[in-house]
Antibody, heavy 117, light 109 residues
Framework: EVQLVQSGAEVKKPGESLRISCKGS????????ITWVRQMPGKGLEWMGR????????DYSPSFQGHVTISVDKSISTAYLQWNSLKASDTAMYYC??????????WGQGTLVTVSS | SYELTQPPSVSVSPGQTARITCFGH??????AYWYQQKPGQAPLLVIY???ERSSGIPERFSGSSSGTTVTLTISGVQAEDEADYYC????????????FGGGTKLTVL
């Protein structure tokens, strides 16, 4: 069974750094890209970017380029989403998902990030 | 930037047919995909490549495409179908950038 298991909820202060994770299992991790999706409170889904689990090449949405970093450690089948300096506006649920061609066939359970002073 | 447009809300009574549309200028040339999201849950793939039903999705869910509009149809709506539905596509086959529609809240009256 394909599973993507994300790290737990985080509460941070503005200006702090953060890295959340997404561990894949039940499939060949390096065969697929992993993508990250943001969902702000009460709002819709926003595609942030993707990473090739084989060679770590990335593509970012223009809306998120330069604000977050997506990385992967294929030795432990884990993808990451990282911020160097959080803002209150980063408060959201973040989902990872497996990219199958042009769509997302399996999703993580989500990681809630709260940024508040 | 490329956009997909969905109605904010659709309401139907149980047993009726719900139709949720998604408009995008590139949809004649790009596949669309549909996701269902219930409160507190991650999105779930419902339809891929315009009209293919994902594994485990009930037959009452179907998808269709006509020009710049794709439609998710739920026949014989049940209370458990109440959820947010999102369409998703890309602007071109060579573009890695994914776009989601704004989402449609399906209310079962």
């Amino acid at each position: 069974e394909v599973q993507l298991v994300q790290s737990g909820a985080e509460v941070k202060k503005p200006g702090e750094s953060l890295r959340i994770s997404c561990k894949g299992s039940g499939y060949s991790f390096t065969t697929y890209w992993i993508t990250w999706v943001r969902q702000m409170p009460g709002k819709g889904l926003e595609w942030m970017g993707r990473i090739d689990a084989t060679d770590s090449s990335t593509d970012y949405s223009p809306s998120f380029q330069g604000h977050v970093t997506i990385s992967v450690d294929k030795s432990i089948s884990t993808a990451y989403l990282q911020w160097n300096s959080l803002k209150a506006s980063d408060t959201a649920m973040y989902y990872c998902a497996r990219l199958y061609g042009h769509y997302f066939d399996n999703w993580g359970q989500g990681t809630l990030v709260t940024v508040s002073s | 930037s490329y956009e997909l447009t969905q109605p904010p809300s659709v309401s139907v009574s149980p047993g009726q047919t719900a139709r949720i549309t998604c408009f995008g200028h590139a949809l004649p040339n790009q596949y669309a995909y549909w996701y269902q999201q219930k409160p507190g849950q991650a999105p779930l793939l419902v339809i891929y490549k315009d009209s293919e039903r994902s594994s485990g999705i009930p037959e009452r869910f179907s998808g269709s495409s006509s020009g710049t509009t794709v439609t998710l149809t739920i026949s014989g709506v049940q209370a458990e179908d109440e959820a947010d539905y999102y369409c998703q596509s890309t602007e071109s086959s060579g573009s890695p950038h994914v776009v989601f529609g704004g989402g449609t809240k399906l209310t079962v009256l």
